[in-house]
């Protein structure tokens, strides 16, 4: 399975950005994707989470603002960034799990400066 996300960049306070996340590979039909983040010198934490159901899960610093959202028949992942704010900064990091099993993309780094 290899994921591959996008769409990271530098935005203005207030601004809006939209990362994408492919997975590939052996997908199976029910699994959870979601969104991580760490910023320089803090742990990686959870950002968005939604399942193949559509539940979805969000920490307390982004509801509101982000929206996660999914499309089964891609195998996409979808983080719509609204409102962002500089402590927003970070890399981003997509995450599959399924059958127990975790798998990680490489980061895609947002910048929210002025």
């Known amino acids: 399975v290899q994921l591959q996300a996008s769409g990271g960049g530098l935005v203005q306070p207030g601004g809006s950005l939209r990362l994408s996340c492919a997975a590939s590979?052996?997908?199976?039909?029910?699994?959870?994707m979601g969104w991580y983040r760490q910023a320089p010198g803090k742990q990686r934490d959870l950002v968005a989470l939604?399942?193949?159901?559509?539940?979805?899960n969000y920490a307390d610093s982004v509801k509101g603002r982000f929206t996660i959202s999914r499309d089964n028949t891609k195998n996409t992942v979808y983080l719509e960034m609204s409102s962002l704010k500089p402590e927003d900064t970070a890399v981003y990091y997509c995450?599959?799990?399924?059958?127990?099993?975790?798998?990680w993309g490489k980061g895609t780094l947002v910048t929210v400066s002025s």
């Open positions: 939604i399942t193949s159901g559509g539940s979805t």
């Open positions: 590979g052996s997908i199976f039909s029910i699994n959870a």
């Open positions: 995450k599959l799990r399924q059958m127990s099993v975790d798998y």
